[in-house]
């Protein structure tokens, strides 16, 4: 006769599984980061973000609990209308909405009931006061479970320097217009590769084509230059290499199927 009690047996609460844990692919910013992207305009910025939030070859759209997304143009930028759809969107930044996230962060007692965040700031740091709260956020973000800051910018004289200094990973578009502005990127980064001089010639390396970036890792030391996510172009304190590396990733179309 079968015991009656069978299939009802009191089972343990699984752990939640560790984030860092997580699968992602090694090149990818690991959380928590600060990812710094100075692009300007039709340079593909917003087809990298969609890529990074909604592609499963990337972070994708099951990486992050939330994604929360500040920008002035998300509801009319045709190419970030499948991110619209997947995320928290506000049109318009105001501190008060930034502060409201951080508190509701904080207010979990138990971390690890706390949700994982990834916050993009699209073309809204040159438009803020210099002592606004999301330029502070930047030296803070890793203790409110927002494990992936994202702020974009076609300027990067108008970065808080708070932001530049805690940046973890940089993307800089091409094609870049403005050379004084790409210079003083080169006189703030170069030191940490060779020099000015030599940081323009790894950035040439890494953008030949249009819409191509260069990708900097800051958090490893020395600090990595790739190509778009795949191959590495110099080593910090180095000229620029020919290393290539076994995964190169695909920004291509997202389509529906991508994004439902």
């Known amino acids: 006769m079968a015991d009656e009690t069978d299939g009802l047996q009191i089972l343990p609460v699984k752990d939640l599984p560790n984030q860092d844990d997580r699968p992602l692919h090694p090149n990818l910013p690991k959380p928590p980061s600060l990812l710094l992207m100075i692009s300007p305009i039709r340079t593909g910025k917003s087809t990298i973000i969609s890529n990074l939030l909604l592609n499963s070859n990337f972070y994708g759209q099951d990486f992050f609990d939330e994604t929360i997304v500040f920008s002035p143009t998300i509801n009319n930028d045709k190419t970030s209308r499948f991110l619209k759809k997947s995320a928290t969107c506000y049109d318009t930044y105001t501190d008060e909405a930034m502060a409201e996230i951080v508190k509701k962060q904080s207010d979990y007692e138990d971390k690890s009931d706390r949700p994982s965040i990834a916050l993009i700031l699209d073309d809204i740091i040159g438009t803020i006061r210099r002592e606004a709260f999301v330029n502070g956020l930047a030296s803070r973000f890793r203790h409110y479970g927002i494990d992936l800051l994202l702020m974009a910018s076609q ?106």
């Open 155 to 260: 300027n990067y004289r108008k970065v808080s320097p708070i932001i530049r200094s805690n940046a973890t990973h940089m993307i800089i578009g091409s094609p870049f217009p403005n050379n004084k502005e790409l210079g003083k990127i080169a006189e703030e980064i170069g030191d940490q590769f060779g020099g000015a001089d030599n940081f323009m010639a790894i950035y040439r390396k890494a953008t030949p084509n249009k819409y191509d970036f260069l990708y900097l890792d800051l958090s490893e030391n020395p600090p990595v230059a790739r190509k778009n996510f795949g191959e590495v172009i110099a080593y910090g304190g180095q000229g620029y290499s020919t290393k290539m590396e076994n995964a190169d990733f695909n920004l291509g179309a997202l389509g529906d199927k991508k994004t439902e």
